[in-house]
T-cell receptor, first 112, second 112 residues
């Protein structure tokens, strides 16, 4: 079945460092891809999405590009802040768009 | 803004008790979902509903049931709580298109 694999954490960075969180997927057909963020004590919030190959999703300085050839959707940010500390989830919806598959999550800690 | 609310943030129940978790959304979404979130496992779908009185099993429905009598409300029921149901429970909702899901803040359930 469809699935998502993302890099294991935790990831610890200094403020203003460059962030990459890797995400690859396995799916039949053409899934839509998402990044969600979960701040401490809260539910998940949609961070960005891409619905077709070569689309770039972006929000709050984060970006991810839908790469069909490498089945990847890596999350990047050029300069992280302490407030970006959270757990990040990669997800996809496939053939049945009600069936959203999540990665295991990557915990990011940004130190001042 | 989409608002998804859950009846409790924290809940402590005893083994064998019947537990009700309630979720309400205010955006007239067709679809509603219940997930459980456990460290290292990401989110796993318990049940979802695509219309009033309709429900579909997710990946881990055993030990759970659901009820959707009104469009805005989706209840998760643990018929006889067990310690292995100690977890974070997240409710979400979505339109048919776009497919991104909107999450509530979660209920952390402890079964002793």
């Amino acid at each position: 079945g469809d699935s998502v694999t993302q890099m294991e954490g935790p990831v610890t960075l200094s403020e203003e460092a460059f962030l990459t969180i890797n995400c690859t997927y396995t799916a039949t057909g053409y899934p839509s891809l998402f990044w969600y963020v979960q701040y401490p004590g809260e539910g998940l919030q949609l961070l960005l999405k891409a619905t077709k190959a070569d689309d770039k999703g972006s929000n709050k300085g984060f970006e991810a590009t839908y790469r069909k050839e490498t089945t990847s959707f890596h999350l990047e940010k050029g300069s992280v802040q302490v407030s970006d500390s959270a757990v990040y989830f990669c997800a996809l919806t496939g053939y049945n768009n009600n069936d959203m598959r999540f990665g295991a999550g990557t915990r990011l800690t940004v130190k001042p | 803004d989409v608002k998804v609310t859950q009846s409790s943030r924290y809940l402590v129940k005893r083994t064998g008790e019947k537990v009700f978790l309630e979720c309400v959304q205010d955006m007239d979404h067709e679809n509603m979902f219940w997930y459980r979130q456990d460290p290292g496992l990401g989110l796993r779908l318990i049940y979802f509903s695509y219309d009033v009185k309709m429900k579909e099993k997710g990946d881990i429905p055993e030990g759970y049931s659901v009820s959707r009598e009104k469009k805005e409300r989706f209840s998760l029921i643990l018929e006889s709580a067990s310690t292995n149901q100690t977890s974070m429970y997240l409710c979400a909702s979505s339109f048919d298109e776009p497919y991104e899901q909107y999450f509530g803040p979660g209920t952390r359930l402890t079964v002793t």
